[in-house]
Each structure stands twice: as structure tokens, then as C-alpha cells.
């Protein structure tokens, strides 16, 4: 399958491996595709978690037709649905949820928030909590993947396409931090297409939340995570994760807008 001819490649494929400041102006600027950092969280206590992750009362599924099989703990923003009710839940269980995920690692830090001391310290102008219409985000969602039935079909995420705050006004990229709890020894591969998907394609994303991975392209990378690792890239662009086969694939995720050097990073899940 060719890439369609409206599409023009904007990341280079280049995957950092150290979590800097130069590294992270240059994925959002898109002059490099990804940051993987080995070995970012202790694999012991991670495997922990894991395990408290898969059998968390709060775990529950993403609602669309192609993500429904993954499971994630407490109501990711995207599951709002611009629902003025679901939203409310959202902002009202925010806090509560980061608390209680962070109780999950304590006494040690947890790995979300070891992202987030961390790009507030490598960013130019710092990090912050997202809030919309001045209500505080969750961070920090653990996303749990059955084995062999568990996966993400190519997809991108934004923010724009969940809501109209006017906090969101000015963001020019989108990034994902993913912190890999446990993770298959067979599958489970992180799929990076480096394009934004076409206005037809992002239709079909809209309605059940993913392309059919035989109708596009090969991916420019494909990456297999050991558990401790990080990766961040943009979800704005394509990206897939295969299904996986012996063990759950759990991971704790952020997303992270930008705004330029200029503006505070601002997180969410």
C-alpha cells in the first residue's frame, strides 16, 4: 500500500534515547519520531502495579468499536464523548484518581509523576496540570491490554476533537508519555506511521476509533518496550499497538500538549 499522495511525511525517524531538553523541543517540533528511554522505572515495582492495575476496581473499556477490548483505569478524557455529564465526572473524579494511582506506587514515585518533575524541569518555560474551563484533568491512566485479543488499530489522538476549552487554544503539538509496566514477551509492539491521518481517514477514526491496518501503509518504526521503559511520541500522528500473547501489557500514560517553548507543557490523561 502507497502512501496517499496528499501526505507528506513530518517527523524524521530518528528515536532519541535520552530525555533532554534538546530532545524534547525536537519531537515536538517533529525533527526526530520518538524518545525511548531503557530502563526508566524499576522493573520490580512496576510488576507490582501491574498487577494491582489489572484487577483495580476502576478498571473499565474505552467505548468505541475498535479500542473497546482495552481496558483502562478511571475515565480517560476522550470518554467523555462531549457529554456535559460525563464530563463533569471527569473534572470531579480527577484529583481523587491521581491520588489513588499514586497511592498504588507509594512509598515510591510513581512513574507519571517522576514525567512530569521531569519535563517541568527540561521545558523551557515549565509544566502544569491541564485544567479546562479552569476544572482540574486527570493524569496518569493505566491502560491494561488483554493478551492475544487486546489491541490498538491505527489512530491518532488530539485534544481539539474532545473539546472547545479555551485552555486548548494555541496547542501546536501533541505528546504522549507511555511508561510500560509489564509488557508481553511475544506482541505488543508500539506502531509509528509518522503522518497525520488524511481527512477520510480521520472520519473513520472519529467513528470506531481506527483504520483497518491492511488498507494504509506499512510503519516507519516499530518498537518492541521491555517493562521500565519510556517512550513519548506525538498521538497526533498514526500509531497502533499489536496484540500481545502471554501476559497482560500494562502501562501508565500522559499526554502532554504543547504550545511552543514559550508556554508551559500541560498534562492530561
Known amino acids: 500500500m502507497t502512501i496517499p499522495a496528499e501526505v507528506v511525511r513530518s517527523a524524521s525517524s530518528t528515536v532519541a534515547t535520552e530525555l533532554t531538553t534538546e530532545s524534547l523541543l525536537q519531537l515536538a517540533d517533529r525533527q526526530i519520531g520518538a524518545i525511548h528511554v531503557k530502563g526508566y522505572y524499576p522493573v520490580d515495582i512496576a510488576g507490582e502495579v501491574a498487577q494491582k492495575a489489572i484487577s483495580h476496581q476502576a478498571l473499565g473499556h474505552y467505548h468505541k468499536k475498535h479500542t473497546s477490548s482495552v481496558g483502562r483505569v478511571y475515565m480517560p478524557h476522550i470518554d467523555t464523548k462531549w457529554d456535559p455529564e460525563l464530563t463533569r465526572q471527569y473534572h470531579d473524579a480527577a484529583l481523587p484518581a491521581i491520588q489513588d494511582v499514586r497511592s498504588m506506587f507509594h512509598p515510591y514515585l510513581s512513574p507519571v509523576d517522576r514525567v512530569r518533575l521531569e519535563l517541568q524541569e527540561l521545558w523551557p518555560t515549565g509544566a502544569n496540570l491541564l485544567r479546562l474551563r479552569e476544572r482540574a484533568c486527570f493524569v496518569g491512566a493505566f491502560r491494561v491490554f488483554q493478551p492475544s485479543t487486546s489491541e490498538f488499530f491505527p489512530h491518532n489522538d488530539a485534544i481539539d476533537q474532545e473539546t472547545d476549552a479555551p ?103
Open 167 to 269: 485552555e486548548i487554544e494555541g496547542v501546536l503539538n501533541q505528546l504522549v508519555a507511555n511508561i510500560y509496566l509489564q509488557v508481553p514477551d511475544d506482541g505488543g509492539n508500539l506502531q509509528l506511521w509518522l503522518r497525520e491521518p488524511t481527512a477520510e481517514e480521520t472520519a473513520v477514526i472519529l467513528d470506531v476509533e481506527g483504520l483497518d491496518p491492511k488498507e494504509i501503509e506499512e510503519p516507519v518504526l516499530e518498537i518492541h518496550p521491555e517493562a521500565g521503559d519510556l517512550i513519548i511520541f506525538s498521538p497526533r500522528q498514526l500509531h497502533a499497538v499489536t496484540a500481545g500473547h502471554g501476559k497482560h501489557r500494562v502501562g501508565a500514560a500522559a499526554f502532554i500538549a504543547t504550545k511552543g517553548p514559550s508556554e508551559p507543557l500541560l498534562f492530561w490523561s
